[in-house]
Nanobody
């Protein structure tokens, strides 16, 4: 069993910064893609940024230039420093990982963290 634990959310004024972190724990697994998604009240969960095992990244247009995703493969962690935050960034942020077990490397599973609230005041 694999668990994802997020940290780093909070309340910040517009223009401020926060850093989200997510750590995957468990045994005998390999992580393919890690990423961050967010869900504002009454809206669908949307992609924020992803990073592949080789370091390739993908960002939502709304966060390009402000957020930077990174991962540490040795520690099974992914980080998301967020700068110049805007009120429209307010949402619950979820960590997601695409994982395969070492016993079955061609079968992939999707795991989600519990979510962390980010609130940006104007």
């Amino acid at each position: 069993q694999v668990q994802l634990v997020e940290s780093g959310g909070g309340l910040v004024q517009a223009g401020g910064s926060l850093r989200l972190s997510c750590a995957a724990s468990g045994s005998r697994f390999n992580i393919n893609t890690m990423g961050w998604y967010r869900q504002a009240p009454g809206k669908q969960r949307d992609l924020v940024a992803t990073v592949g095992s080789g370091g390739s990244t993908n960002y939502a247009d709304s966060v390009k230039g402000r957020f930077t995703i990174s991962r540490d493969n040795a520690k099974n962690t992914v980080g998301l420093p967020m700068n110049n935050l805007k009120p429209e960034d307010t949402a619950v942020y979820y960590c997601k990982a695409i994982i395969s077990m070492t016993s079955s490397p061609l079968t992939f599973y999707q795991y989600w963290g519990q979510g962390t609230q980010v609130t940006v005041s104007s």
